[in-house]
């Protein structure tokens, strides 16, 4: 690839790739929706489950993403449609960047509406609204929230604004630097919440529920919810990891990098459950509650807390800024796309598909209210978008990604890729994401998709 057609710069150190795609990594659904798909799922043998599932099936297609993107140092679809004009791949595969491109745009029509919330429970927890709140107000609080559809659109178009703003600046600049602070600091924060909340809560009770095994939890629908979680946690399978391994330095082990990433991430989930669990068991809130949950438990844990209004106000800035550096993910894809392709300034760009997310993003959150029985298959907007993304595109657009990269790309092209000091990991890899991940990855996705 010619130097002009490189991406905004490289990462300088092999740390700022680790923090950069962890930034793309952590963020809501960590906080927010694993717990929740615990709690719905029967507890310790979903997160076995989905532990699994990030070993065999999200790291190893993680790395055929980074590796792709760094091969080639250009955006998905650009790489994607010069190798089928080379005939080294057929025309078909010009599809997966596509398909890629719009899960991540799906995603962050709901993914701000959400992060609208926590803008709106920062809100709350600064004013004080959160001091001494019981399970009861707690619940009244959330729903209240659902039912203002002209609060939600207040924060939604917040978070939008923010999201064009980092968006339509160079992904480089300063965005790692944010994350090099952040993520440490959002892991202690939580290591101290989960300290206050087995104190306080029923530590012993959630403890059990997170790690128990129990074969009756364990159904091809299970599955598939872990797998597509581990996909949705790690951004992967829509093309945002293949754009940071475009900026990603030569010489850092790809696998090294990876292995940090996906170990931050789960840490950063297991926490979170060590926060929310203990103190909901103790409050009696039904850990089957879906997307409320992290909601309804968080104000009660700050409503305890000693100095909880500057905490509570703290850990939602975190979460915000956590979702704003996945968030911004979600759009590089295209962005990057039509700034090369169409030498549309990045801000321009940013602000055409923000435009729409933004628009889109409104029925999301009318789905909680005026629109909550416009249903199709049983389902609201939000959450058939949540599922169509999650349970059909990610595992969809990994599969393509895996194939793509494990059966089409020259051998020898990622062979150089991987460039670690032993070959003998080139080939482990290789032949997990072959033989393991790939078919593992179809037969979870198809059975879930049948309802065996
Ligand atoms: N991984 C992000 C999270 O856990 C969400 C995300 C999904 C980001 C897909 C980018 C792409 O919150």
Redesign the pocket.
């Known amino acids: 690839m010619p130097e002009s057609r490189c991406l905004q710069g490289i990462w300088s150190s092999p740390w700022i790739f680790i923090f950069a795609a962890s930034g ?7 906080i927010w929706k694993f717990p929740y798909l615990i709690g719905e799922n029967g507890g310790g043998a979903f997160l076995l489950i989905y532990c699994a599932c990030l070993l065999l099936v999200g790291l190893p297609i993680l790395m055929a993403e980074v590796a792709l993107g760094r091969t080639v140092r250009s955006n998905p679809i650009d790489t994607i449609n010069d190798l089928s004009e080379r005939r080294v791949i057929s025309r078909f595969w010009v599809l997966v960047p596509w398909i890629a491109g719009l899960t ?1 745009f799906l ?1 962050l029509t709901f ?1 701000s509406v959400i992060a609208g919330w926590s803008i709106g429970y920062l809100e709350r927890a600064i004013s004080g609204d959160f001091v001494n709140i019981s399970q009861v107000d707690a619940v009244r609080m959330f729903d209240h929230l659902l039912a203002s559809p002209g609060e939600m659109l207040l924060w939604h178009s917040i978070f939008v604004a923010l999201v064009i703003l980092t968006v339509g600046q160079s992904v480089t600049r300063g965005l790692a630097a944010l994350v090099r602070i952040l993520l440490p600091v959002l892991i202690v924060v939580l290591l101290l919440l989960a300290g206050f909340s087995l104190e306080e809560g029923y530590s012993l009770k959630a403890i059990h529920f997170l790690f128990r095994w129990s074969w009756q939890d364990v159904t091809f629908g299970v599955v598939l919810s872990a797998v597509g979680h581990a996909l ?4 992967v399978g ?1 093309g ?1 990891m293949f754009a940071y391994g475009a900026y990603m330095s030569k010489r850092m082990s790809i696998a090294r990098a990876c292995s940090a990433v996906v170990a931050i991430d789960l840490i950063v989930a297991v926490l979170a459950c060590l926060v929310i669990f203990p103190l909901a068991f103790a409050f009696h809130i039904d850990l089957d509650s879906g997307p409320s949950l992290a909601f309804v438990s968080l104000p009660i844990i700050f409503g305890s807390l000693p100095a909880g209004q500057l905490v509570g106000g703290f850990f939602f800035l975190l979460l915000v800024i956590a ?1 704003l550096t ?1 968030a911004i ?2 759009l590089e894809l295209f962005v990057a796309w039509l700034h090369e392709k169409f030498y549309i300034a990045r801000f321009k760009a940013a602000l055409l598909l923000g435009g729409a997310v933004w628009f889109i993003g409104i029925a999301v959150l009318l789905s909680f209210n005026h629109w909550d029985s416009k249903v199709l298959f049983g389902l609201n907007f939000f959450e058939l978008l949540d599922k169509l993304t999650s349970l059909i595109m990610l595992p969809l657009g990994a599969i393509l990604l895996s194939l793509l990269v494990a059966w089409f790309i020259p051998r020898t092209v990622l062979r150089n890729e991987m460039i670690t000091r032993q070959v003998g990991h080139f080939h482990i890899w290789y032949n997990i994401l072959k033989y393991i991940s790939i078919p593992v990855l179809v037969i979870i996705t198809l059975a879930g998709w049948i309802g065996v």
């Open positions: 793309s990594a952590v963020g809501l659904g960590n991540g995603i993914y949705f946690s790690l951004s829509m945002a979702a996945s993910s979600m």
